[in-house]
């Protein structure tokens, strides 16, 4: 059997830049917040040095720069990590890409507990619920390498903005090359019938596991991926709730604002169904190795067992 690659989408985020590039992407621009080495535009600056601007930390000026050079016909990536990229920024985002449906993109990295031990300042679990409330934002927290780089891509296609959220740490690269993503579509990773579990970003590959630990505890759980944040595949998840009865979504995000309630809201409407979330709780994080962080937050595949159990009886 092949080992396992881990891989994290922030790597991702910056080799599919440079694919763009080589592709034929000659209007595609990058620029950072001086962040390269971190968020990877690095590896896209290498090549096309004079494709990539360093706007300084000043990220606020960083996304009305990137307002101004789509209005020129360039399609702008603007990078830094999650906390700053939604939050500093997240007025010049409103005002000046979301208000006029500008084509820009907003590379946000480092996001969620999992940047460890940059602590509660760094650990941003509250991108999904800023960049959701934009009218016309489309919201994308892939899950491995391949949906990572996919996603970029689909972004670069998309007109209109995109907030694209990435990891610092490496993940399991569960998707082979077959594997298509879309935006605004939903993924079954394993059918099944007793509870449906919906999770997106580092959250899927502990879903997996925790998916193998229930099976074979007698428990058919229905593993959904939902990249896509907004707009959500209301469709799948509809069916899936129909299917199960029961629903649990799994983010490293907080339980306000961000898939989770994405799901809740879908499914009050359409398809009333008991929910579950599994989440960060109304709470700061605070420094530390991120997969002991994962933990401490109920974010692993024990905890996803554990409350689907408590659940399902």
């Known amino acids: 059997m092949a080992e396992v690659k881990n891989v994290a989408t922030r790597d991702s985020y910056g080799t599919a830049l440079k694919e763009l590039a080589a592709d ?58 999650a906390m700053f990229a939604s939050g500093r920024a997240f007025e010049q985002i409103r005002n000046s890409i979301g208000y006029p449906h500008l084509n820009v993109k907003i590379g946000a990295t480092h996001a969620g507990i999992s940047v460890g031990e940059d602590g509660a300042s760094h650990q941003c679990c509250e991108d999904f619920a800023l960049m959701r409330s934009i009218p016309g934002m489309v919201v994308i927290c892939p899950a491995d390498d391949v949906e990572a780089k996919q996603a970029v891509k689909a972004a670069y296609k998309y007109e209109g903005p995109v907030y694209l959220r990435f990891g610092r740490l490496a993940v399991p690269v569960f998707h082979d090359e077959s594997y298509k993503f879309e935006i605004g579509k939903g993924e079954v990773v394993k059918e099944g019938n007793d509870v449906t579990i919906i999770a997106n970003g580092l959250m899927v590959a502990e879903a997996i596991e925790a998916g193998k630990v229930l099976e074979a505890d007698g428990i058919n759980a229905e593993i959904i991926n ?29 339980i306000i604002g961000g898939l989770g309630e994405a799901v809740c809201a879908c499914l009050s409407e359409k398809c009333p169904t008991p929910v579950k979330r599994i989440g960060v709780n109304d709470e700061f994080g605070h420094s ?26």
Do not use: W
């Not at 530390?288 to 024990?302: R, T, V, W, Y």
């Open 24 to 81: 034929g992407a000659d209007n595609l621009v990058v620029l950072d917040a001086d962040l390269s080495a971190a968020t990877k535009t690095g590896i896209f600056q290498k090549d096309y040095p004079n494709r990539h601007f360093n706007c300084g930390i000043a990220e606020a000026n960083m996304v009305s720069v990137a307002a101004g050079l789509s209005t020129m016909g360039l399609v702008p990536f603007a990078s830094s990590f």
């Open 226 to 254: 939902i990249a896509t944040i907004k707009p959500l595949d209301e469709e799948l998840v509809v069916a899936s709730a129909e299917k199960t009865g029961r629903v649990i979504t799994v983010e490293e995000h907080s």
């Open 288 to 313: 530390g190795p991120a997969k002991d962080l994962l933990k401490q937050f109920g974010l692993s595949a024990e905890n996803i067992v554990k409350v689907t159990k408590e659940f399902v009886k």
